[in-house]
Nanobody
Framework: QVQLVESGGGLVQPGGSLRLSCAASGFIFSSYAMNWYRQAPGEQRELVAVIRSGGSTNYADSVKGRFTISRDNAKNTVYLQMNTLKPEDTAVYYC?????????WGQGTQVTVSS
């Protein structure tokens, strides 16, 4: 069974840092691109960062220079290091991967940036 489980969210002050983790199981992790999305209250879900199987990455303009996506294929885990956090980064963050038959989502982890 394919499963994605996020962790690492929480409450942080503006300017602070968090590292999110997403543990994957049930598929050949190293062969697939992995994505981090986020959804703020009342907003559409947006793509934050992508890391492909070969290691290349892309970021949303709003997080470039502050967030870093990485993966550890030995641990079947993808990470999102978030630095210099802003209140507008507050959202539920979701891990995602896409197969030919459809997408798989984790349950999400809440990130709140507030003083």
């Amino acid at each position: 069974q394919v499963q994605l489980v996020e962790s690492g969210g929480g409450l942080v002050q503006p300017g602070g840092s968090l590292r999110l983790s997403c543990a994957a199981s049930g598929f050949i992790f190293s062969s697939y691109a992995m994505n981090w999305y986020r959804q703020a209250p009342g907003e559409q879900r947006e793509l934050v960062a992508v890391i492909r199987s070969g290691g290349s990455t892309n970021y949303a303009d709003s997080v470039k220079g502050r967030f870093t996506i990485s993966r550890d294929n030995a641990k079947n885990t993808v990470y999102l290091q978030m630095n210099t956090l802003k209140p507008e980064d507050t959202a539920v963050y979701y891990c995602n991967t896409k197969f030919s038959v459809g997408s798989v989502w984790g349950q999400g982890t809440q990130v709140t940036v507030s003083s």
